[in-house]
């Protein structure tokens, strides 16, 4: 299969009936052994130093990698896309633009839906029978996330991981398929994690330095159990249509699309407190006010740009904040003793 870059999440679904092998640029970029060199190819070639590293280090990827086709999220993601998109073309590229709809409403998505399948030369049916084959996948990944909140037998990087490669599917998703079900499978014989450790929310995109801030925060006694945006890439609410399934997906739309589901996460895995991400130089940074409107629990806001690796701030900042939400169990649990006493 010929392949194509995407920006992010993307309906894959389109682009395999059309005979093309998605590739996230972003998972390419996170996992080079030199990620930073990446992100200078772009400095070079003229991007300033305050745009996001993300879109210095997609670029980075395009030029590097020597892939020709790349869907550009112009609405729905980052609005530097757009400029990004026309660098891209600049270069020889063939950068092919996809917004996502204003709102999430069914018929705008099935009309976006096909323009992007008459672009490449395919057909929402023949997608349709490929949404088809990727769901016993989103199927397994799903099940993983249910084994890191409910049976607490998943690493939060394990859950971060598989759920955020569920946008390519590692590039091959029979084998992204059964490299999960053998993991499943390990799950299985562990024995389960302490129920006493701290049960955390991760919200926001993905941190630049997710390979260290989750086993740091299991170092310290706490998990994260619920990985927002990450989940989100797998499609948890599939629906009957392409057209649904991609209505569902809420990291596109308002913030308040989002909260609907993160709140009723919060609640039904019991999270004792939230890190929420943003990424330096990001419009989405200022949604911190509106979680923090919206959410009643202590957050944690962390932020990240070209430090791939966890600084001593950071975790500073980060053993603090599990080191206050310990404090105010424990307060908790003494009141609740006393007050049964007084009884």
């Known amino acids: ?34 990620p930073g060199r ?10 300033p130093l305050n745009c996001c590293s993300w879109i210095k280090g997609i670029y980075g990827v395009c030029m ?6 790349i869907i550009c999220v112009t609405t729905g993601d980052c609005s530097n896309t757009i400029m990004l998109m026309e660098t891209l073309k600049l270069k020889g590229l063939n950068a092919i633009p996809f917004a996502y709809p204003d709102s999430p409403d069914h018929y705008l998505m099935q009309h976006t839906l096909e323009g992007l399948a008459t672009t490449l030369g395919t057909t929402l049916e023949a997608a349709n029978k490929v949404r088809d084959e990727l769901q016993s996948a989103r199927d397994i990944v799903l099940k993983l996330d249910e084994l890191t909140w409910r049976e607490n037998t998943a690493s939060g990087w394990e859950n971060h991981l598989w759920l955020v490669s569920a946008s390519d599917f590692n590039q091959d998703f029979h084998k992204y398929r059964q490299e999960l079900l053998n993991l499943l499978q390990d799950c299985s014989q562990r024995q389960p994690h302490p129920t006493e450790q701290l049960r955390l929310a991760y919200i926001g995109v993905p941190s630049v330095y997710a390979r260290e801030l989750y086993p740091f925060i299991e170092k310290h006694g706490a998990r994260v159990v619920f990985n927002e945006v990450q989940r989100q890439f797998a499609m948890p609410e599939p629906g ?7 209505s569902s997906y809420t990291y596109p739309y308002s913030i308040h699309e989002r909260l609907r589901d993160i709140k009723a996460e919060l609640l039904q895995r019991q999270i004792n407190g939230v890190i929420h991400y943003v990424q330096a130089f990001c419009h989405r940074g200022i949604g911190d006010i509106i ?27 980060i053993e603090a904040f599990l080191d206050m939400l ?18």
């Open 1 to 34: 299969m010929k392949k194509i870059g995407i920006t992010t999440t993307v309906p894959v679904e389109v682009l395999i009936a059309a005979g093309y092998q998605p590739i996230d640029l972003n998972n390419i970029l996170v996992s080079d052994p030199n």
């Open 38 to 47: 990446l992100i200078t190819i772009a400095e070079r070639a003229g991007f």
């Open 240 to 246: 009957q249509s392409l057209a649904e399934q991609y």
């Open 326 to 343: 310990q404090r105010s169990r424990s307060f908790l649990r003494k009141d609740k003793y006393s007050q049964a006493l007084k009884k």
């Open 291 to 317: 979680f923090r409107d919206a959410i009643d629990l202590p957050i944690l806001t962390l932020e990240g740009n070209d430090d791939f690796f966890l600084n001593s701030h950071i975790k500073t900042r």
């Open 64 to 69: 590097d990698s020597g892939i020709q086709d």
